[in-house]
């Protein structure tokens, strides 16, 4: 098991809340993109499993999931929620409190990074315990799913791609999408799409 040790600083250990964790979060990846046209950094984005949703999502030439757990969450639904984000992310990387680590090294996946989380009386500050790799299994049908309809539909339109158009649901038109194009090339078209709508200022749910 990798091993882990809580640092300590002069400063009295506080718990951390989800809207602590996030703001932090939002601020860090904010600073590391500033002025990256390339760059989209996604709240809430629906995954088609169960109701799963990425808490923050970096999309760029990746898409990057980050699941929040802080000191006043559980890890129940954990065990759910890791294989949901590995159908669709490239990188993820759980953002913890220091009350869940040890628990969180046995629940995430091997190819997960993890980053710990902890307040003190003058700032909050992020310590990578692990960083992501590439995940070995993300799931094309999955990848599909995180578009539209109307967006499916006008990628396969472009591509010359046969469908039944008007008549097939969201996801018939996802299975077909998957199933004919390259997935280098989908995941392009995908991310392509979570950034136009993020610059769109839409709000980047699947529904239908």
């Known amino acids: 098991m990798?091993?882990?040790?809580?640092?300590?600083?002069?400063?009295?250990?506080?718990?951390?809340r989800?809207?602590?964790?996030?703001?932090?979060?939002?601020?860090?990846?904010?600073?590391?993109?500033?002025g990256d046209p390339d760059?989209?950094?996604?709240?809430?984005?629906?995954?088609?499993?169960?109701?799963?949703?990425?808490?923050v999502a970096l999309v760029n030439g990746t898409v990057h999931g980050f699941e929040l757990k802080s000191d006043?969450?559980?890890?129940?639904?954990?065990?759910?929620?890791?294989?949901?984000?590995?159908?669709?992310?490239d990188?993820?990387?759980l953002v913890v409190g220091e009350r869940h680590v040890l628990k969180a090294i046995e629940l995430v996946p091997d190819w997960w990074g993890i980053r710990?989380?902890?307040?003190?009386?003058?700032?909050?500050?992020?310590?990578?315990?692990?960083l992501a790799q590439i995940n070995p299994c993300t799931s094309p049908t999955a990848v599909a799913q995180l578009l539209r309809r109307e967006e499916v539909l006008n990628i396969l339109i472009s591509l010359g791609i046969e469908?039944?158009?008007?008549?097939?649901?969201?996801?018939?038109?996802?299975?077909?999408?998957?199933?004919?194009?390259?997935?280098s090339m989908l995941s392009e078209k995908v991310r392509c799409c979570l950034r136009a709508r993020q610059s769109a200022g839409i709000r980047p749910s699947c529904d239908d």
């Open 163 to 183: 469908s039944e158009g008007t008549r097939a649901s969201r996801q018939q038109l996802c299975l077909t999408l998957a199933k004919t194009v390259e997935f």
């Open 39 to 55: 760059t989209a950094i996604v709240e809430e984005l629906s995954i088609r499993r169960n109701g799963a949703r990425i808490d």
């Open 18 to 34: 989800d809207r602590d964790i996030r703001s932090a979060l939002m601020n860090d990846l904010r600073l590391s993109h500033l």
């Open 2 to 16: 990798l091993e882990f040790r809580l640092y300590h600083s002069q400063f009295p250990l506080m718990t951390m």
């Open 72 to 89: 006043f969450d559980t890890l129940c639904r954990l065990p759910e929620q890791a294989p949901a984000y590995s159908e669709v992310c």
């Open 91 to 93: 990188h993820a990387t």
């Open 116 to 130: 710990v989380v902890r307040r003190n009386s003058a700032t909050v500050a992020f310590r990578d315990l692990k």
